[in-house]
Structure formats: C-alpha cells, structure tokens
C-alpha cells in the first residue's frame, strides 16, 4: 500500500516530492527522466519566478489563484532555493533565472525527490477507487494508494510525452474540464498577412490588445507567422477572432510632418520592417515633410492594424497549455478534489495559465506546497 501516488514528474510533482516526508509517496514518470520540461524551459536558462507575482498576470480564476500564491510565494520560494545552494539572479527587469543553466534547479529536485519511490519509463492508464483505496493503473502494475496528486501537466511538447491523462483521470471522477488549446505560442496567418513571413527574423516593440487585454513587448516577425513575447503573452486571451496591433506606440506626428527625414528613418521600426508595411499599405519612403494628410492618415493605421490569426503554431511549440481541470471543483486550501477525497490537482493540469517570465513555475511551486501542506497535516 502506498500512502501517496503522484502522477507526474514534472515541476510541481518534483515539489512536492520533495517536500513530503521521506517514503511516504511513489512518483510515475512516464519519460526515463523527471524534469524533461524543466530541463528545455527558456530554451535551458529556466525563469524560475518573477519579482511581481499576483494573479492578474494569470488566466483563471483571481479567488483561485491569490489565495495559493500567497500561501507560498517568490519570496519563500528563493529563500527555499537558497538554503538548498541556489541563488537565481535578477534579469529582464523583474525575472528570476538559474545563474548559468536549468539543469541547477532540476539537480536540486531530482535529489530532494530522490527520497521517494520514484517509476520512470511507466505509463499511467487509469485511476479508480474502490472503497477508500485508489488503484493506479500504469502499463506495468497496479499500485494501491489512500491518496492521489495529479500532477501530469498538460499538452504542450507532445515530443516529451506530454498527454491528457490528467484530463481524463479528472473526467473519470465528474470532474468539468475547460477545453483546453495550446497558449505562450506564436500565431499563424491569413493570406492577408502572408507578407510578415518576408520579415522572418526582424523584431519590434508592439502592443497587441487582444479583447480588453492589452499586452506590451516584442514581436518577432517568423517563417510560420509571428511570435515573440508579446504574440506570445497575446496568445493566452485569444480564442478566435481578431487582435489589434500598435506597432508604431506614441509617434510624434507634428514633427513627422516638418522632418527632412525619410518615413523609414522616422518611425520606430526596424528600416526592413518599415519599408514592407510602406509598399503594403502603397506608400512611397519619403521626407516626412512631403507626406499629404491621407498619406498619413495611412500611416497611423499601423497603431491599430486588425487582423484575424489563422490559428496558433499549436501544441509543440506552446510553451503551456490553457483550459484543464475547472478550478470550481478544487479546493485553493488543499489542491483537493471537491468531489473526490483524497484526490488533489497540481501544476498545469489545472485551470490556471501564467503569461511568460516565470509565472507558470512558480504556479507550480505554489501549488505543491499547497497541497503538501493539507497531505501531512490533513
């Protein structure tokens, strides 16, 4: 018999593991190694958590998410990190990073976890429960256990094994899933916009306000469509429809008007990226001072230029997955089942998406910690 199973060897189920008293619970992995996708995370530098952490910067439910980020925030987090030999440095203003490479963070869990019984290279199938005993299913045994943690993810990077079991687990219990597509992933587009794919490899700042959300940052013109961090961060509110692009922010347009300049030496874009959006909208590169009211009038277009997203680069480019488990039927508490004793949801596999900069991480950390705390006190 064991007290506790937890499925999945992700960041949240590594935390926990690590947290729970030695022996006390099995981890199944279905990859040969724990933290496959900690180990890829910001392309290997793994942004750990953010200096601003609130629940407006996550979709989901704000009565869900405050009450779990304040009963373990980025403060006791770094402070844990720290006293385990870790100390992640400041970068990109408010991002908290390992100093030189994610397999830092990943050593520190696989040893804290280490302490329990970890299966790697094992697929879970199923979760029943008879009596007062969960039956774990996986392709190669059936472990019994007095309580399960789902901690399996979501769909992203398919490539490591990323599935829905999670999903179904919740299902099998009653339990409503909000449909879930990949997010923190770049756009695809309609032949409108097919000229973008000319500027693969150009960047500028942008804002793209997607419904009432506006998001500042980055865009990275791609060989696919459009990506960087705000397309990204964008990506998390868009369901269908159309976005609105500002790629011009707060130009002065008086002394536009009266400059000798050329228009692709005075907006702040790029010159490549300035003279495609010119022969799109069929304006010439001309002084500012030369430019007529309706040319202008053109020009500002390119502070609201609305479009329609093909679609997204889909789920093995998304950085996360949104939608999962509604977050109506869990306790923020516990992280338990509010139909199921004895059955908690941690990490991604929940109804909560974090925007980039090491949101959905810490997340994670919070949520084990959570439920660690409602499994060895009750």
């Known amino acids: 018999m064991n007290q506790i199973v937890i499925i999945g060897g992700g960041a949240s189920a590594l935390m926990l593991a690590a947290l729970l008293p030695p022996k ?41 998410v405050q009450p779990v980020l304040d009963m373990f925030d980025e403060k006791m987090l770094l402070k844990w990190l720290e006293e385990r030999g870790l100390t992640p440095v400041l970068r990109k203003g408010t991002q908290y990073f390992c100093p030189n490479a994610s397999k830092e963070i990943l050593s520190i869990f696989q040893k804290e976890s280490s302490k ?113 961090p705000a397309v990204l961060n964008a990506s998390l509110y868009w369901e269908k429809g159309t976005i ?39 304006l010439q590169d001309k002084q500012g001072k030369k430019v007529t009211s309706s040319e202008l009038e053109r020009l500002k277009s390119l502070c609201h230029y609305s479009f329609a997203p093909a679609g997204t680069f889909g789920y093995s480019k998304a950085e996360v997955t949104k939608g999962g488990v509604s977050t109506d039927e869990v306790n923020a508490y516990t992280m338990m089942s509010e139909k199921e004793e004895g059955l908690y949801f941690i990490g991604e596999v929940l109804d909560v998406t974090g925007r980039l900069g090491g949101y959905n991480f810490q997340w994670a950390f919070s949520t084990a910690y959570v439920c660690h705390q409602h499994l060895i006190n009750g």
């Not at 490591?160 to 219990?173: M, N, P, Q, T, V």
Request: proline share 3%; net charge positive; aromatic share 8%.
């Open 244 to 282: 609105e692009i500002d790629f011009l922010g707060d130009v002065d347009w008086e002394t536009l008007r009266r400059s000798e300049k050329n228009i692709s030496s005075l907006l702040p874009m790029p010159k490549r990226v300035t003279k495609r959006f010119l022969l799109q909208l069929g």
């Open 24 to 64: 006390s619970a099995t981890l199944i992995e279905a990859n040969t190694k724990t933290g496959a996708k900690i180990q890829v995370s910001g392309g290997g530098k793994c942004n750990i958590t953010n200096q601003v952490m609130d629940a407006a910067y996550y979709l989901g439910e704000e009565y869900f």
């Open 116 to 228: 329990q019984n970890i299966l790697l290279g094992e697929k879970v199938i199923s979760v029943t429960k008879k009596g007062q005993i969960f039956e774990v299913k996986t392709d190669k045994r059936v472990l019994k256990a007095e309580k399960v943690v789902v901690a399996s993810g979501g769909l992203s990077y398919p490539q490591l094994k990323a599935s829905d079991i999670g999903y179904r687990i919740a299902e099998a219990f009653g339990h409503h899933i909000v449909k879930t597509s990949p997010a923190l992933v770049g756009f695809t587009l309609q032949p409108g916009e097919f000229f973008f794919k000319e500027l693969s490899g150009a960047s500028t700042e942008v804002k793209v306000t997607v419904g009432e959300n506006v998001i500042e940052g980055s865009l990275l013109f791609a060989h696919k469509g459009i990506s960087g």
